[in-house]
C-alpha cells in the first residue's frame, strides 16, 4: 500500500491544520490507520489512530482535545484536524496503515512509511 500524506505548513501557535493521508494500491477500508510524528532531536511517537470502520479511535494525551481524526472511505482518505496548535506540536508527521481492524500504536511494529508532511508551529 502506497502512503501520501499532505496538509502540513507553518501556522500560528493557537492555529489549526487539517493533514490528509492518502492511501493507493489497496482497498482502503480494509486498513486500519495511525498518525505518528517525529519532532526533531525526538523519537517518533503515536498521535492517533483509526480503526477500519472508524469506529474506534485514541489520541495521545498530549493532542486529546485538540486533534481529531476521521475517514473518508469513499475518497481512499484519513484526515487529521489538528487544532489549537502549540510549538510543541512542531514535527514530521506520519501515517501508517494496518491491513487489521486495529491500528498501529508503536512505530517499532510498522514496517512501511510513506513520506511525512511537515508542521511547523511559530509562537
Do not use: M
Amino acid at each position: 500500500v502506497q502512503l501520501q500524506a499532505s496538509g502540513g505548513g507553518l501556522v500560528q501557535a493557537g492555529g489549526s491544520l487539517r493533514l490528509s493521508c492518502a492511501l493507493s494500491g489497496r482497498t482502503f477500508s480494509h486498513y486500519a490507520v495511525s498518525w505518528f510524528r517525529q519532532a526533531p532531536g525526538k523519537e517518533r511517537e503515536f498521535v492517533s489512530g483509526i480503526t477500519r470502520s472508524g469506529s474506534v479511535t485514541s489520541y495521545a494525551d498530549s493532542v486529546k482535545g485538540r486533534f481529531t481524526i476521521s475517514r473518508d472511505n469513499a475518497k481512499n482518505t484519513v484526515y487529521l484536524q489538528t487544532n489549537t496548535l502549540r510549538p510543541e506540536d512542531t514535527a514530521v508527521y506520519y501515517c501508517a496503515a494496518r491491513p487489521s481492524s486495529g491500528y498501529y500504536t508503536k512505530p517499532s511494529d510498522v514496517s512501511s512509511w510513506g513520506q511525512g508532511t511537515l508542521v511547523t508551529v511559530s509562537s
